[in-house]
């Protein structure tokens, strides 16, 4: 994913914006996680809560494998919150409200982040007329802030792809006949190995970033920025 938004060759250009990205990409995680877990809890499963997932701490989300490889080589995991459907009184539909609540969070800190951008940008030109901070440090503030609207809304969009093993595949489980259902369950971790792999080999980032870019310009209009 971070080769997605960085890759732009400029190895010093690449280095700053992976320190930059590093508290987000912890946030964007927790966040994603923690909101599956507690919408989870309130649809009647209390499997994270036992297990203190409903957090943002990140030490409680973050598996260190899938956290360097989503930051060097652009695709990643979390530690995923346990999920009991058993405990759900719909299990089909709890199970897509909850697979939906992580994106969701992603799409709500993109927003924050975008916010934070537009108040950020006239109080820093005002800080930076009035000598109270120097125009490096100015950009630098923009520059997270602007990571934090990419990195979160990339990230919703790509757990949003109706295909496992990303949480947009409980979206679509949901509206399938039960026949087809099972019959796709039978083969989930073959398609999501396929899926991965394309991942990897850049033929599914283009779509996640051309996606990604037009939401981001539609916030940016709504915002008015």
Same mark, same amino acid.
């Given at each position: ?14 280095? @700053? ?9 912890? %946030? ?13 809890? !309130?649809?009647?499963?209390?499997? =994270? @809560? ?24 652009? /695709?990643?995991?979390?530690? #995923? ?8 009184? @719909? #299990?089909?539909?709890? +199970?897509?409200?909850?697979?939906? &609540? ?21 109080? %820093?030109?005002? +800080?930076? =007329?009035?000598? +109270? ?10 520059? $997270?802030?602007?990571?934090?609207? *990419? %990195?979160?809304?990339? $990230? ?6 109706? /295909? ?5 595949? !409980?979206?679509?489980? &949901? ?10 369950? @039978? ?6 190995? /396929?899926?991965?792999?394309?991942? /990897? $080999?850049?033929?599914? *980032? ?5 996606? *990604? ?5 539609? +916030? ?6």
């Amino acid at each position: 994913m971070l080769r997605t938004l960085f890759g732009n060759g400029d190895i010093t250009e690449y280095l @700053k914006d992976l320190l930059l990205s590093l508290p987000i990409v912890l %946030l964007a995680i927790s966040a994603h996680e923690a909101a599956h877990g507690y919408t989870a809890y !309130r649809l009647g499963d209390p499997t =994270a @809560k036992n297990l203190g997932r409903l957090t943002l701490n990140p030490i409680k989300h973050i598996d260190p494998i899938g956290f360097i490889c989503m930051l060097l080589a652009g /695709v990643g995991w979390a530690n #995923p919150v346990p999920i009991n459907t058993r405990n759900f009184k @719909k #299990p089909r539909r709890d +199970m897509a409200l909850s697979g939906a &609540a992580g994106p969701i969070a992603n799409i709500l800190l993109g927003m924050v982040f975008t916010l934070m951008y537009k108040f950020a940008f006239p109080a %820093l030109n005002k +800080m930076y =007329a009035g000598g +109270m901070i120097s125009y490096e440090l100015g950009l630098l503030i923009l520059d $997270f802030l602007f990571i934090g609207i *990419s %990195l979160n809304i990339t $990230f919703a969009i790509f757990n949003l792809l109706p /295909v496992p093993p990303f949480d947009g595949s !409980r979206i679509f489980y &949901a509206f399938l006949p039960p026949k087809y259902y099972f019959g796709v369950m @039978k083969y989930e971790r073959y398609i999501g190995l /396929v899926v991965l792999l394309l991942l /990897v $080999f850049g033929i599914i *980032s283009p779509i996640v970033s051309f996606v *990604s870019t037009g939401i981001m310009r539609l +916030m940016f209009f709504v915002f008015g920025i």
